[in-house]
């Protein structure tokens, strides 16, 4: 299975789907990766939205 790790939201429902064995079997180490590939891309992205909105920061 070819995961979209761009997609938040859809990476933090299949870690949940993964939790609960929904749709799938439930497999709660799969589920803390997805869990932790959502978090690590929220970082990314706050990072690069702040940049954005404040181009001082990266002088």
């Given at each position: 299975?070819?995961?979209?790790?761009?997609?938040?939201?859809?990476?933090?429902?299949?870690?949940?789907?993964?939790?609960?064995?929904?749709?799938?079997?439930?497999?709660?180490?799969?589920?803390?990766?997805?869990y932790?590939?959502?978090?690590e891309?929220?970082?990314?992205?706050?990072?690069?939205?702040?940049?954005?909105?404040?181009?001082?920061?990266?002088?």
């Amino acid at each position: 299975m070819q995961i979209d790790y761009t997609n938040l939201s859809g990476i933090r429902h299949l870690g949940y789907c993964y939790q609960h064995g929904i749709d799938t079997e439930k497999n709660e180490i799969k589920a803390f990766e997805l869990y932790e590939a959502a978090a690590e891309k929220a970082t990314e992205k706050i990072a690069v939205d702040e940049l954005q909105a404040n181009p001082s920061y990266s002088s």
